[in-house]
């Protein structure tokens, strides 16, 4: 079945940098478009970054543009997500997801990993 596994969160200075990694289990990966969401306290989830399945173009939130990469090695069925410049309103769960499409009639979620920006 499909397992999305994230890691690389923490605890981050403002200025500061982490990257984030999915691992895809279940599924042909280099197949699908893959996305990265968060989900601030109190707030609802949304899109931060999604890339097609070849890598070969990519769209960011307005509030993360020149600041957050995303990118995929279809060898290791994964994704990654390179955030540079945090701020402390970067600070939420961050979440791999899988878009439906094709036979996948639902979108998949990893349990997500927690980004904590502050001094």
């Known amino acids: 079945q499909v397992q999305l596994v994230e890691s690389g969160g923490g605890l981050v200075q403002p200025g500061g940098s982490l990257r984030l990694s999915c691992v895809a289990f279940?599924?042909?990966?280099?197949?699908?478009?893959m996305s990265w969401y968060r989900q601030a306290p109190g707030k609802e989830r949304e899109l931060v970054a999604r890339i097609t399945s070849l890598g070969d173009s990519t769209i960011y939130a307005d509030s993360v543009k020149g600041r957050f990469t995303i990118s995929r090695d279809n060898a290791k069925n994964t994704v990654y997500l390179q955030m540079n410049s945090l701020k402390p309103e970067d600070t939420a769960v961050y979440y791999c997801?899988?878009?439906?499409?094709?036979?996948?009639?639902?979108?998949?979620w990893g349990k997500g990993t927690l980004v904590t920006v502050s001094s």
């Open positions: 997801n899988k878009p439906r499409g094709g036979r996948y009639l639902v979108d998949y």
């Open positions: 279940g599924f042909t990966f280099s197949t699908s478009a």
